[in-house]
């Protein structure tokens, strides 16, 4: 079994920045991705990250402004999130799923987090 702690939400200002860490325990893992699900919302892809570190993707929303990567020796994943938005205020997700490439959608991820909350506020 997998488990993910994230961290590193908080309340920000909009136009400043933020980074998000994940570190998951149990066993190694592959693909990683961050999530995020706004009250009333479905939860939505942000970015994700296959084993390497070689292959990243984003959501069209953050593209240009968050950056994911990921330590293998530490076990763990990041989001550096910059010029950040209220619309970036959200429950954020890391997931991680046992397979190599860059995985997009939430059924493609066998382990979740249990979130850390960002709050940019305008």
């Known amino acids: 079994q997998v488990q993910l702690v994230e961290s590193g939400g908080g309340l920000v200002q909009a136009g400043g920045s933020l980074r998000l860490s994940c570190t998951a325990s149990?066993?190694?893992?592959?693909?990683m991705g961050w999530f995020r699900q706004a009250p009333g919302k479905e939860r939505e892809f942000v970015a994700g990250?296959?084993?390497?570190?070689?292959?990243?993707y984003y959501a069209d929303s953050v593209k240009g402004r968050f950056t994911i990567s990921r330590d293998n020796a530490k076990n763990t994943a990041y989001l550096r999130m910059n010029n950040l938005r209220s619309e970036d205020t959200a429950l954020y997700y890391c997931?991680?799923?046992?397979?190599?490439?860059?995985?997009?959608?939430?059924?493609?991820?066998?382990?979740w987090g249990q979130g850390t909350e960002v709050t940019v506020d305008s």
């Open positions: 997931a991680a799923a046992e397979t190599l490439s860059v995985v997009v959608n939430v059924p493609g991820y066998d382990y």
């Open positions: 149990g066993r190694d893992i592959l693909a």
């Open positions: 990250i296959n084993y390497s570190g070689s292959d990243s």
